[in-house]
Structure formats: structure tokens, C-alpha cells
């Protein structure tokens, strides 16, 4: 920038050499800094002058500096400002053409630059420098998010790494550094663009090396299948610095993508590993089915069983008993990571640990059935392993399922479901009971999807009214009011909209009213 502190000082043949120094050292365009020289010109011009219409061109091939003083030509009736205005009738006498509404220019003497004028024209040429080359930083790097740079770490900002890109700076924060790597000034390093974003201080670039995609960019780099498309990464989860998941897959049977990948010896991975400071990393084939990938996910644990749950995306996966401390993985590290990968929550339970909840369920179960229906622990059990769970289940269901059972002859079925039924309306009798005693109203209870037993906890919630019901999110009703419950989200959806129904009532009944009376006055019409 030290063409830009003569400025002020130079004859102004040499204004365009002193452009191209400045323009070369900020990467700006000449134009540019040729237009801050103007304005500088000009402030300076308007502090000598006062504030006059003054404009400054500087002729891009000679250096000339041009000082012109507009005017615009007004009505000889119109109040006159000296320096702003000028007479049709002066204004004829310069330009014989001249008409109201036109400029005319005249030149001033050059401005001779004083101590403060220059202080004043160094700053703004340097303010308009500043800005045109943040506006290139920014335009030059909007469009790389989502790539990886080569950098020099440049200097420490409380434990942020500040890094040279050449044309731009970026910002390593502390968290995007891989833990215990050692930047020092000079270091050469590599990362991910993640974000580009403009701030008061200018274009900031923040960059990552713990982010997820710089591990499949650096894949990307490495196998040229994954570059040109034939392998697909399709899922990446991290522990920055210990251990790391890739999922990848191919349309093409002839390639295994997993071998792709590792390379010749591992030399593909070793080349990624080594990048990131010795970070392990499981690559391992994605499946379009949930289960198998969870399983390929937890490897090199061995899967026993896998149990999902689609509405909460949560799995149970059992594994052998010897098994449990390697699926888990240190900390949870290899459960946590297929976990990401998959998308899914993932629970671990082993052989016997699922034997006994079981066992525990069936207990638990058999012994509601026994109190219920009031029958024995063998035809409880019986129905459990059924799998009934529910009296309801039991009540609702059809003569011919029931007798399906081994052991239940028509009698028998027909007595389980009285029994069933009996206890389902005195247990409903009792919620509606105590539905009332809560003040919950009748209208409330009317809503299709809500049964006594949800009506009472909604009562126990505050949840009495349609209104105070119509109020509620669907995920609200189902995550604060009625957790637990077998209800989807879309069950819940429609008791929302049930429950607003009657919001709109008096737009319909308008709408027919209006309706009814179009008609009535198109008879009348007709009747004419």
C-alpha cells in the first residue's frame, strides 16, 4: 500500500502507475482504484469549493485530471442558488441550445492537496481499496463452500488458527481442529470450506478438519471411482482424531466398493488415515435395508437379532453375550458412530439380557391377563405368546382368531372375550368417571381417536376444553400430553384437525347461507 500513501503528493500523470501498483498489490481491478482516486479528488475538491455539484474524471490513458463544476439551467422564475443553478439566459449565452432541466459544466483549477486534504483523500482511497477487495475475497470464495484448500497457518487467536489462503484468510477454530494436532506458524495444512460469510470486518472463511464431508472430499481425491461416480459415499460419521464410518455403494456388481477404497495394500485409506492424523477408519457397504446396514454398521460386532421401531426410528440390536463390549466400543464409540451413520437410535442388549426382559414382559403381562379375565397362569401365558398384550385385543377380536389358538375350544374363546369385553367397559366406565370429575367436556370426549383413558390424562394435563385441544401441535400432543401412547403422527394430526373443525362452522354455514340466497334470487329472477 505504498503507492496509496503519496497519493496526495504525485503529479497526476502519474495517478494511472500508482492504480495499476495498488490494483496489482490487493488483486482489485484498476478501475477500481482509479474510481476511490476520483472520490478522493472529489471530497477534497468539495472541502476547497464548498458543496457544490462537483464531479472528477481522471482520463484512463493520459492520467488528465478533469474538475467540472455542474449546473443545472433553471427557469429564469425559479429561486436561484448560486454554484447549483444557472439562468436559461446566462446558460444560452454558454450553449445556445440549452434548455431547462440541462446541465452545464465549467472546469475548476486543480485542487492542491494540504496536509489534512491528503490525510483525508490516503483514507478514503484506502476505505474504497479495503472495500473492493473484501468484495473480491467474498466473491472468490462464496462458490468454493464445500471444497478443500491448502493453507499456511499464519498466527494463533486464543486458540483459534488463523490461516494464509494467498488471496484471503480463513478461520480454523479450535473446534474444527483435529484434537491434539500440533499448528504451529508456518505449518502447511488442508482443510474443508464450510462456510463463507460476510461480516463488518469483512468477508470471513471458516474452515474445518474435523467436519464429515472433508473425509469424503479426501476419499474423493484419493479413489477415483468415488470421482468419477461409480462408488457412492453415501453416509460418513466421525470421531474426529480417534475413529471413523463410511458407508459406500456401487450400481456396478463388477466392483466391490469396500476394496476400492481400502486400495492395494491399503494404500488408498493410508493415504486418508495419514491425513488426519492417524484416525481409524471402518469402511463398510451400505444396504437399502435398515437392519442389514445397521448390522454392517456395527461391525466387527456380531448382530444377533435386530428389533425396530419405524415411527421413532429407534433400533434394539441384540448381540451374543461376549459380544456386548465390542459393539459398544470404547466410550460407545462404535455404537455412537453407527448410530450417525445409520440415522437411527440404537440400543445394544445382549442374549440374556433380552431372555430375561422377556421373560419379565411375559410375567408382567400374564399376570394383567390372570387379573383381568380372572384365568390361570397357563392360559395367561398362553395368550401372551400369542401375542395379545392388550385386553382390548382380546374384546375386538374376531370368534374365529381366537379359536385359531392351540388349546381354546369355542366355549372357552367365547367366555375370554365376554370376560374381555366386561372388563373394557368397566374400566371405560370408570375413566369416563373420572373424565368428568377432571372437568373434561363432553365435546372433547366426542373426538374420534381419543380414548377414555386418553381423556383422562389430557384432563390430568390441563386439556379440557376443544379449544385448549384445537391449540396443541400434533407433535406437542404426542411428545408432552399423550407420551407412550400406540398413536401416530398422523393419529394425532386428525384428532388436531377434529378438534378445530368447529373453528370453521361459521364459514361454511356463511358460505351456504350465501349460497342459499343466490339462488333464492335467481328463482325470484326466473320467476319474472
Known sequence: MAAVTNVANVAHRDLLQIAATVATEKGIERETVIEALEQAIQSAAVKKYGELDIRVEIDRTSGAVALLLYREVIADDVELQPGLHITLEEARRKNPVAEVGDFITEDL?????????????????????REAERARQYNEFKDRVGEIINGVVKR??????????????????????????????GDRVRAYV??????????????????????????????????DGIIEIRAVARDAGSRAKIAVRTNDDSIDPVGACVGMRGSRVQAVVNELGGEKIDIIPWSPDTATFVVNALQPAEVAKVVMDEAERRMEVVVPDDQLSLAIGRRGQNVRLASQLVGWDIDIMTESGESERRTNEMRVQSEHFMEALDVDDVLARLLVTEGFSEVEEIAFESTEELLSIEGLDEGIAQELQNRAIAFVQERDLQFDARRRELGVEDDVAAVDGLTPAFLVELGEKGIKTLDELADLAADELLQDYLPGTYLTPEDANAIIMAARAHWFEGEEDGHATGSSAQSDNADARSEH
Open 109 to 129: 483549477p486543480p485542487v492542491e492537496f494540504g496536509r489534512i486534504s491528503a490525510q483525508g483523500a490516503k483514507q478514503t482511497i484506502m476505505q474504497k481499496v
Open 156 to 185: 494463533d487467536e486464543r486458540g483459534n488458527q488463523i490461516v494464509d489462503l494467498g488471496r484471503a484468510e480463513a478461520m480454523l477454530r479450535r473446534d474444527d481442529c483435529l484434537p491434539r494436532e500440533p499448528l504451529r506458524r
Open 194 to 227: 464450510y462456510d463463507v460469510r460476510q461480516e463488518s470486518r469483512g468477508p470471513q472463511v471458516f474452515i474445518s478438519r474435523v467436519h464429515p464431508d472433508f473425509m469424503r472430499k479426501l476419499f474423493e481425491m484419493e479413489v477415483p471411482e468415488i470421482y
